[in-house]
């Protein structure tokens, strides 16, 4: 799927970020309004490759810290 990139910027914070009291990440995996991205989505290989890669990020951040 194609990474389309940090769209939130210190300026113009996503609510859902901002006004949070603790770590968090918002991603988003794919649109069910786009047909060829649902038909992704529902394979069950592509969602545990998400959940993979949700995994190694916070396995990253576990050993490494924030940047």
Known sequence: ???????STELR????????????V?????FFNN???VKKLMRDEIRQAIADAHVAAIMEIEKNGLA
């Open 26 to 30: 918002l991603t988003e995996n794919g």
């Open 1 to 7: 799927m194609e990474n389309r990139g940090l769209k």
């Open 35 to 37: 047909e060829q991205e």
């Open 13 to 24: 914070q996503l609510y859902v970020l901002k006004y949070t009291n603790m770590p968090s």
